[in-house]
């Protein structure tokens, strides 16, 4: 593997960004009081009934998490006291005084995120419970390393602290997305097929020598998954796949109520799982026979631009004239147009997804599968074939109760599943006994 050292791109322009800390040169100093362990247990509990809208009021606290009276007012004091919870009077009145409703203050802070793809780039600004404050995308190629890629972004990150209205508060975190494996602990991606220039890259330590604000990195697939949970259609459900279905093919998963990244970070590459012994089929990973070979954005492009210069499809024909290649993007339009060709492609590619995650749902046992990625914004006929492969190759019991549906938050999903993953680690128990003491966590150590 690669290895990178610092690269020493500490320059922190204070005419551009708005300054948001003076880390790493100065640790801020703490404003309260350090809050023992047993104290931060019982505060995290207490945050997340909150932020999550679980719990609305001391009452449902005491009754939801079973801590005692005494000790969620002193908790519920605490949060009030740092910022983080605000109180008013306009909870549902059962007769008597008013219910006084606890909110999460999600105007505490902002964070910045960016999902990179194969192909493209989304950066936004947000609040603390995903909100999007400001927010672009264009075309990019991860392809073209590190370096070009991610000062792309300090520029896009740049113009967004600029011209966004009415950022609240300072910088709190920042997340990125990728399109290959990450290791979470070191936010470093290893080995990443589709990103030469890419492995071992220090990601989390480039922005957060820029930034001063805490860094988190994953792969795109589990920051989609992510967003779907705690802001789309998968929220509610404690068990699910979301399936993302771009140039290549991956999986997040949420398994018991937590996102399930595995022993090394590399839970849920089922683009790779071995379809075929067909050894013509190579993959871009080095394997033979890999679904994303056949079934990935990538694989239905090259299968309509067979099917165009075979002359099967004057549709996808045209599309080749005019731009030289066929994506997959066009096989899916020449589809909504009625083009059989390019129907039957996304039908054997559905079956072929589908039939991969039959297994999958044999083996896991989710209650929801969702399909996204730009491929899965194509017409109907991948989904209804993902669907019928599952039903029909799955145990009856795993599907009784199963739902497979559409991506809800479509091109957002990835930079507020972004925001999300920043934001639970910044409330998780090991990060925020480094942070509360200070008030908000740019410019405490140790947070990541
Ligand atoms: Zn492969």
């Given at each position: 593997m690669q290895k990178w050292i610092g690269r020493?791109?500490?320059?922190?322009?204070r005419s551009v960004i708005?300054?948001?800390?003076?880390?790493p040169d100065k640790e801020r100093p703490a404003r309260f009081a350090p809050l023992p362990d047993e104290a931060l247990d019982a505060l995290v509990v207490v945050l997340d009934e909150v932020r999550f809208g679980r719990s609305r009021s001391r009452s449902e606290l005491v009754a939801r998490t079973g801590l005692g009276r005494a000790i969620v007012a002193q908790r519920v004091g605490e949060l009030i006291e740092r910022g983080l919870v605000a109180e008013d009077d306009v909870g549902p009145s059962t007769g008597g005084r008013p219910p006084r409703q606890l909110t999460f203050r999600a105007d505490g802070g902002h964070i910045l995120v960016a999902d990179l793809g194969a192909t493209s780039v989304d950066v936004a600004v947000t609040t603390?419970?995903?909100?999007?404050?400001g927010h672009h995308d264009e075309p990019a190629r991860i392809?073209?390393?590190?370096d070009q890629g991610l000062d792309r972004v300090d520029a896009l990150f740049d113009s967004l602290l600029r011209t966004t209205?009415?950022?609240?508060?300072?910088?709190?975190g920042i997340g990125i997305g990728v399109p290959g494996p990450v290791e979470f602990d070191s936010g470093r991606p290893i080995s990443?097929?589709?990103?030469?220039?890419?492995?071992?890259?220090?990601i989390r330590e480039r922005f957060a020598a820029r930034y001063g604000a805490p860094v988190w990195v994953d792969n795109d697939v589990n920051v989609l998954a992510l967003g779907e949970w705690r802001s789309g259609?998968?929220?509610?459900?404690?068990n699910v796949v979301v399936v993302k279905i771009g140039t290549g093919i991956g999986a997040g998963i949420i398994s018991d109520g937590h996102l399930h990244r595995g022993a090394q970070g590399s839970?849920?590459?089922?683009?790779?799982?071995?379809?075929?012994?067909?050894?013509?089929?190579?993959c871009r990973c080095g394997n033979v026979g890999c679904l994303e070979a056949l079934a990935g954005g990538e694989a239905i492009g090259n299968a309509g631009k067979v099917a165009a210069l075979d002359g099967r499809s004057p549709r996808l024909l045209a599309a080749l004239d005019q731009r030289g290649a066929v994506s997959a993007e066009d096989v899916a339009r020449a589809a909504s147009f009625g083009d059989a060709v390019a129907m039957a492609l996304l039908q054997d590619a559905g079956r072929r997804v589908g039939s991969m995650l039959a297994s999958v749902v044999n083996f896991f046992n989710p209650s929801l599968i969702v399909i996204g990625g730009?491929?899965?914004?194509?017409?109907d006929q991948l989904l209804a074939a993902i669907r019928e492969s599952i039903y029909r190759r799955s145990l009856p019991l795993a599907t009784r109760d199963l739902l497979v549906q559409r991506s809800?938050?479509?091109?957002?999903a990835g930079v507020i599943g972004a925001s999300s993953m920043v934001v639970d680690q910044l409330f998780s128990r090991d990060a925020i006994g480094a942070w509360i003491a200070a008030g908000e966590p740019s410019g405490a150590p140790g947070v990541t």
């Open positions: 020493g791109k500490t320059a922190y322009d708005p300054p948001s800390t003076d880390w603390l419970d995903g909100r999007i404050l392809e073209a390393g590190p209205q009415a950022l609240p508060g300072r910088l709190w990443p097929p589709i990103m030469p220039g890419w492995d071992g890259y220090p259609v998968a929220a509610g459900h404690n839970a849920g590459d089922v683009g790779h799982i071995q379809v075929t012994d067909d050894r013509s089929v190579v730009g491929v899965a914004n194509s017409p809800s938050l479509g091109g957002l």
